[in-house]
């Protein structure tokens, strides 16, 4: 059974190999993955902490007294665990994704590749 050389699949050999990225050269320490990491789980922790407090304190914890402002014909209250909520989890997706890149970007682990840094 011959081996065929099939464009899709990668071998061994020195003239099929992938293209690398402008960061496969960069060696990163262990500090600087540890930052890294860091500032990582501090904006996770820090997201978290803001939907925690706009699910369970406005739609519950403060809700008798945010009912007495009204959105849309609704107790503001009523709106924040029903709707408010889930909002504000969506637009915490949209932060989470843009402070990632630039933490990526700062420790220098991301992997978007500008036109003409490819070798």
């Known amino acids: 059974m011959s081996k065929s050389k099939d464009p899709q699949v990668y071998h061994h050999d020195s ?9 496969d050269s960069e060696v990163i320490s262990d500090k600087k993955v540890n930052a890294y990491w860091q500032a990582n789980i501090r904006l996770l922790l820090t997201l978290l902490v803001v939907w925690f407090a706009v699910s369970f304190g406005a739609g519950i914890l403060f ?3 945010l ?5 849309a014909g609704f ?5 924040f665990a029903q709707q408010g909520s889930i909002y504000v ?3 915490l ?3 989470y994704t843009r402070q990632m890149r630039v933490i990526e ?3 220098g682990v991301d992997d978007d590749e500008q036109e003409g840094d490819a070798p």
């Open 15 to 23: 003239d099929n190999q992938p293209d690398h990225s402008k960061h």
């Open 63 to 65: 809700a008798d007294w």
């Open 67 to 71: 009912n007495q402002f009204v959105v």
């Open 75 to 79: 107790p503001l209250g009523f709106w």
């Open 89 to 91: 989890f969506v637009v």
């Open 93 to 95: 997706i949209f932060i």
């Open 105 to 107: 970007s700062r420790f």
